[in-house]
C-alpha cells in the first residue's frame, strides 16, 4: 500500500525529484495529522463516557451505536455556530491566537517515532526541538486573553502563561535526566536505549521514577488539565482565556489542547515506558516482540490517566500550583539530575543492553 | 543532510498553521453573522463592562516571566552536557556540580526572600 | 544546493522584512510578534548553517521564553505609541550614524575577506568529527572552555539576585488571606461557648 502511493507520486512526478519528496512528505505528513484529529475528536467522547462512568452515570448515548457518532455531531455544530469578534478586540490577533496555539500542538509530532524508524523526521536534536515546540504554545494563551480585551480572559491568560513557564522548567530539567541516562537527543534512540533482557525492568521509569513522575505531571498542569486548571477555573474566571471564543475558534483552541495531552502521553510512553518494546522479556515470545501497538497501549493507559485524574482530584488553589512547581519539582529534578549522573557515571545501569 | 531532514518540519509547521486557518475560514463561511451590540461585548457576567481589560498586573508576573528566562537558558546548558559527560568523565561531572551549586545559591536566596511565595 | 539557496534567500528576505516591521508597525503588540518572526526565521538561517543546536536554543530561549517577557511587558505596560514615535525622524541621523560605526566595527572583526571566501559544505566542526552538533558543541564547552562555563552560572546567578532586588516589593498595609491557615482552623479557636447566669421567670421564682 505504502509501496504503491509512493511509486505513483514518484511516477507522476518523474521529472522533479525535489517536488515528489515535497509530495511524498506531504502525504505522510496528513497521515499523521488525520488519525490525530480523529483521535482528539473520539478522546473527547471517551472522556465524557469514562468520567460518566466513574460518576456513576452514563455519559452521552443517543447519537449512532454507543455515542460514537457524539463527536461528529459536536464538530458540526461547532463549525455551524458564529464567530464572534467582541467589540474592542484586535481583529487579527484575536484570530491569530488559536492558530498559534494549534501549530505548535501539532508540529510537535514531526519527530514523534510509532516505531522503529517510523518517524516523519528522524532529526539528531529531536528532543530540543520538542521543548522549543512545547515553549511555543504560550503565545496563543497570552495572545487569546489580551486581544478578547475581556477581564476574565486576561486574568485566565496571567495565571495561565505563568503556570505554563513554571512548569516548563521543571519538565526541561526531567527530561535532561533522560538525555543522562540515553546519551542522545533523537527520540528513537533513546527507546533503544531502553532495550533489555528483562522487559519492563529495564525502562528509564525505575532509574528516574522521580522524573517520570515529575514529568507527567508537569505535563498535566502544562496542558492546563484538571486539577491544574485554574487557568480555566470555570467556577472562578467561566473559562479563562478562551471565554470570548466560540464556534470553530474554540474549536481550534480544543483541538491544541487534546493534541497537546495526547502528544504528552505518547512522550511519557517513550521516554520512561519503553516506548514500542515490549514489557516482557524478549524469551517469551510473540509477547516479548516490539512494535506500534504496544506504543499505543501505552499511551492510552497515560491518555486514560488524564481523564482519571480530572474525576479523581478537585482543583489545586493557584499558590498551591506555584509552589509544587517551583518549590517541590525543580529542586528534586536538580538532584536527580546528579544522581542520574552518578548512576551513569559508575555504570549502574545497563543501557542499550 | 541536515537540511533534507528538516524539511519535513518546516512542512508539517505550514501545514498544521493551514489546518488551523482553515477551520476558521470554515467557521466563518459556515456560521451566521448576527451581530449586535450585547451580544459582541465583552462577557462580565451580565454587567457592562466598565472600562478596558487591559489593565496593569501584579509584578510578581514579571518576576516568574525573568526566573524563567534564567531557568531556561540553564536547561539550555544543560543539554549539551548531559550528552557528553560520560565520555568525558569526572572532570564534566565536576564542572557541572560547580555550575548548579552557584545556580542553587541563587536558587536559595531566591526562596528566602519569598520570592517564590504567591499571596 | 540551489534549493538551499533558495530557501536562504528566503528565510533572508523574511528576517529583513520583520525586522523592518519591528522598528515601523505602530502597534506595540503586533511589533513584538514581528520579533519573533525575526527570530524565528534567523533560527531557520542558522539550521541552514548546520548550527543545529543554536537554532533551536534560539527558539526554545528567545522566542519561547524572552518574548513572553517582552509580550508580557509591552501589554501590561500600555506603553502609549504616539509619544514614542514623535522623535522618530529628529533621531534619525543619530541612529544611521550608530548604525554605521557598527556595521564598520563588525566588517573590520570579521573581515571583508572572510564573507567573500565561500566555505566548503560539510567543513562544519561536527561534520568533520563526525559527531552530532550538539554533541560536539558539548565536547568543545565541558573541555576548552570550563572556565567561561563557570562564569556564565554566576553571572545568571547575579541576574537571579538583580531581577528580585529590583522587582520584589513587599507592600506593607496589604492585606491578604492566608488560605492554608483559614483551612486548617478548628473549631476550638473560633468558638467560645460561655455560661451565662439564666434570667427570666426561673430566676424570678
Known amino acids: ?353 | ?119 | 544546493m540551489t534549493t538551499e539557496l533558495a530557501l536562504f534567500y528566503a528565510f533572508a528576505a523574511v528576517t529583513v522584512g520583520a525586522a523592518l516591521g519591528v522598528i515601523t508597525v505602530k502597534n506595540t503588540v503586533h511589533a513584538a510578534l514581528l520579533l519573533v518572526l525575526t527570530f524565528f526565521s534567523c533560527a531557520c538561517l542558522w539550521l541552514l548553517l548546520r548550527a543545529e543546536f543554536l537554532a533551536i536554543v534560539l527558539v526554545l530561549v528567545y522566542v519561547g521564553a524572552v518574548m513572553v517577557l517582552f509580550l508580557f511587558v509591552v501589554m501590561m505596560l500600555d506603553i502609549k505609541t504616539d509619544s514614542l514615535r514623535e522623535g522618530f525622524a529628529r533621531y534619525l541621523p543619530v541612529a544611521a550614524v550608530v548604525a554605521g560605526i557598527m556595521l564598520a566595527q563588525m566588517l573590520a572583526l570579521i573581515g571583508w575577506n572572510a564573507m567573500l571566501q565561500v566555505p566548503a559544505p560539510e567543513s562544519d566542526g561536527a561534520t568533520l568529527a563526525g559527531v552530532g552538533n550538539t554533541e560536539w558543541l558539548g565536547r568543545a564547552l565541558f573541555t576548552d572552555y570550563i572556565l567561561p562555563f563557570e562564569v556564565a552560572a554566576v553571572i545568571l546567578t547575579v541576574a537571579i539576585v538583580a531581577a528580585i532586588a529590583l522587582t520584589l516589593r513587599r507592600r506593607p498595609g496589604v492585606r491578604h488571606q492566608d488560605p492554608s491557615r483559614q483551612v486548617l482552623v478548628r473549631k476550638e479557636d473560633r468558638l467560645r461557648v460561655v455560661k451565662v447566669a439564666t434570667e427570666g421567670k426561673e430566676a424570678g421564682k
Not at chain 2, 459582541?40 to 514579571?62: H, I, N, Q, T
Not at chain 2, 531556561?72 to 556540580?97: H, N, R, S, T, Y
Request: hydrophobic share 60%; with cysteine; glycine share 8%.
Open chain 1, 1 to 353: 500500500m505504502v509501496e504503491v502511493v509512493k511509486g505513483a507520486i514518484d511516477a507522476i512526478f518523474a521529472g522533479l525529484p525535489m517536488v515528489a519528496v515535497v509530495v511524498w512528505t506531504l502525504v505522510k505528513i496528513i497521515a499523521i495529522t488525520v488519525p490525530l484529529i480523529v483521535a482528539v475528536a473520539f478522546y473527547t467522547l471517551a472522556e465524557r463516557k469514562v468520567i460518566g462512568w466513574m460518576q456513576v452515570r452514563r455519559g452521552p448515548v443517543y447519537i449512532g451505536p454507543l455515542a460514537l457518532l457524539q463527536p461528529f455531531a459536536d464538530t458540526f455544530k461547532m463549525l455551524f455556530k458564529e464567530l464572534i469578534l467582541p467589540t474592542n478586540a484586535s481583529r487579527f490577533l484575536y484570530f491569530l491566537a488559536p492558530v498559534l496555539s494549534l501549530a505548535p500542538a501539532f508540529a510537535a509530532w514531526a519527530v514523534v517515532p510509532f516505531g522503529e524508524g517510523m518517524a516523519l523526521a528522524d532529526v539528531n536534536a529531536g528532543l530540543l526541538y520538542l521543548l522549543a515546540m512545547t515553549s511555543m504554545g504560550v503565545y496563543g494563551v497570552i495572545l487569546a486573553g489580551w486581544a478578547s480585551n475581556s477581564k476574565y480572559a486576561f486574568l485566565g491568560a496571567m495565571r495561565s502563561a505563568a503556570q505554563v513557564v513554571s512548569y516548563e522548567i521543571a519538565l526541561g530539567f526531567a527530561l535532561v535526566g533522560v538525555l543522562a541516562m540515553s546519551g542522545t537527543l533523537n527520540l528513537g534512540a533513546i527507546v533503544d536505549a531502553q532495550k533489555g533482557d528483562a522487559g519492563l525492568l529495564e525502562w528509564f521509569w525505575l532509574p528516574l521514577l522521580p522524573l517520570f513522575l515529575i514529568y507527567f505531571i508537569s505535563g498535566v498542569a502544562e496542558t492546563n488539565r484538571a486539577p491544574f486548571d485554574v487557568a480555566e477555573g470555570e467556577s472562578e474566571i467561566v473559562a479563562g482565556f478562551h471565554v470570548e471564543y466560540g464556534g470553530a475558534a474554540f474549536a481550534v483552541f480544543f483541538l491544541a489542547e487534546y493534541a497537546n495531552m495526547i502528544l504528552i502521553s505518547f512522550l511519557t510512553t517513550i521516554m520512561f515506558m519503553g516506548g514500542w518494546l515490549s514489557p516482557f522479556p524478549a524469551s517469551w515470545g510473540l509477547l516479548g516482540e516490539p512494535g506500534p501497538w504496544w506504543l499505543f497501549g501505552k499511551a492510552a493507559f497515560f491518555m486514560f490517566c488524564f481523564l482519571w485524574f480530572r474525576a479523581t482530584f478537585p482543583r489545586y488553589r493557584y499558590d498551591q500550583i506555584m509552589r509544587l512547581g517551583w518549590k517541590v519539582f525543580i529542586p528534586i529534578t536538580i538532584v536527580w539530575i546528579l544522581v542520574a549522573a552518578l548512576i551513569v557515571h559508575a555504570d549502574l545501569v545497563q543501557v542499550g543492553a
Open chain 2, 1 to 119: 543532510m541536515i537540511l533534507s531532514e528538516y524539511l519535513p518540519i518546516l512542512l508539517f509547521l505550514a501545514v498544521s498553521t493551514v489546518i488551523g486557518a482553515a477551520l476558521l475560514g470554515l467557521g466563518a463561511l459556515l456560521g451566521p453573522r448576527r451581530g449586535g451590540a450585547e451580544k459582541l461585548s465583552p462577557y462580565e457576567c451580565g454587567f457592562e463592562a466598565f472600562e478596558d481589560a487591559r489593565m496593569k498586573f501584579d509584578v510578581r508576573y514579571y518576576l516568574v516571566a525573568i526566573l524563567f528566562i534564567i531557568f531556561d537558558l540553564e536547561i539550555a546548558f544543560l543539554f549539551p552536557w548531559a550528552l557528553v559527560f560520560d565520555d568525558i568523565g569526572a572532570p564534566a561531572l565536576a564542572a557541572m556540580a560547580v555550575f548548579l551549586g552557584i545556580l542553587v545559591i541563587g536558587f536559595v536566596y531566591e526562596w528566602k526572600k519569598g520570592a517564590l511565595e504567591w499571596e
